[in-house]
């Protein structure tokens, strides 16, 4: 929310900061064990802006390490599925 890292990112078009945004509130999400919505919002901020793709593995092996911790293997589908209907 720094006023002038938005200026610079919004003078030069780039609009890192809505996907960096998105990106946040997504992890947000996820630490609130709201799986779906989180992984909606990662795609969004994808499909905004495709330097989100950096953080693509921490995401993905988020998901499958707490599937296995928990054994609920069904939460790979619920993530997966909320990734291919976004």
């Known amino acids: 929310m720094n006023p002038?890292?938005?200026?610079?990112d919004h003078g030069?078009?780039?609009y890192n900061t809505v996907a960096l945004g998105l990106t946040i509130f997504a992890v947000i999400l996820y630490k609130k064990e709201k799986y779906f919505l989180?992984?909606?919002?990662y795609?969004?901020?994808i499909n905004f802006?495709?330097?989100?793709l950096y953080y693509s593995l921490i995401?993905?092996?988020f998901i499958i390490g707490k599937s296995l911790q928990t054994r609920k293997l069904d939460l790979i589908l619920y993530c997966g599925s909320a990734v291919v209907l976004t």
Not at 4 to 8: A, D, H, P, R, Y
Not at 38 to 41: D, E, Q
Not at 49 to 52: E, P, R, W
């Open 59 to 61: 995401f993905f092996a």
């Open 4 to 8: 002038v890292l938005v200026m610079i």
């Open 49 to 52: 802006k495709q330097i989100s």
């Open 43 to 45: 795609v969004l901020a």
């Open 12 to 14: 030069h078009f780039q």
């Open 38 to 41: 989180g992984s909606v919002l």
